[in-house]
């Protein structure tokens, strides 16, 4: 089954504003993370959300987690032309090795 | 600050070749991983290694891939004869013990079969 469903798959917003992304997923989960990669690069960790957390801050980035909608979501505030890049949630399951289980992403472009 | 890292950054192959991608996690680390991009889409898992041992590892890691930590610091992905479709952006991640510990992501290995 799939997991860590993104949409929008992308969004163009003005510098300034506030973008938002969402993530479903299907199974139960320890944690939901956020990723960020630039065009052909590697995969930068914004943020770890924990199961029983339904909210966490970090700098500009806000991830809420409703696990009884299986749905997450990043909102990044005063968005910068360098947040322009592709998100990605990634979830972990309740057994096993703890392998992440990526979504499609959100390719995310601010205008300046 | 502690990253993983990986060599080469871009490998170039012919198909039927053997290549073997190289990882080094952080070094307190004790879970290690393969991950792998194929342009445009999404992020699949390949394996999971602890205690030097596989884990777990998905349908795409068949018996043409192998992974080893041969000396406790290197933590290496073989493919031993690649395919066309084998072409794709190859990351290695490391976490340390506990069940709410980030995974902590390579800058990847771009292969490139012909």
């Known amino acids: 089954s799939q997991q860590g469903e993104e949409d929008p798959q992308a969004l163009s917003i003005q510098e300034g504003e506030n973008a938002t992304m969402n993530c479903s997923y299907k199974?139960?989960?320890?944690?939901l993370q956020w990723y960020r990669q630039n065009s052909g690069r590697g995969l930068v960790h914004l943020i770890l959300?924990?199961?029983?957390?339904r909210e966490k801050h970090s700098g500009r980035l806000r991830v809420t987690l409703d696990t009884s909608k299986k749905s997450s979501s990043l909102l990044i505030t005063a968005s910068r032309a360098a947040d322009t890049a592709s998100y990605f949630c990634a979830t972990d399951v309740l057994k096993g090795a703890q392998k992440l289980v990526f979504g499609q992403g959100t390719r995310l472009t601010i205008n300046p | 600050e502690p990253e993983v890292t990986q060599t080469p950054s871009h490998q170039v192959t012919q198909m039927g070749q053997e290549v073997i991608l190289r990882c080094v996690p952080i070094s307190n680390h004790l879970y290690f991983y393969w991950y792998r991009q194929i342009l445009g889409q999404k992020v699949e898992f390949l394996v999971s290694?602890?205690?030097?041992?596989?884990?777990?590892k998905s349908e795409i890691f068949d018996d043409q891939f192998s992974v080893e930590r041969p000396d406790g610091s290197n933590f290496t992905l073989k493919i031993r004869s690649t395919k066309l479709e084998d072409s794709a952006m190859y990351f290695c991640a490391s976490r340390t013990r506990g069940v709410t510990y980030e995974q902590y992501f390579g800058p990847g290995t771009r292969l490139t079969v012909t």
């Open positions: 959300i924990r199961s029983n957390e």
């Open positions: 199974t139960s989960i320890n944690n």
């Open positions: 290694f602890y205690n030097n041992e596989i884990s777990e």
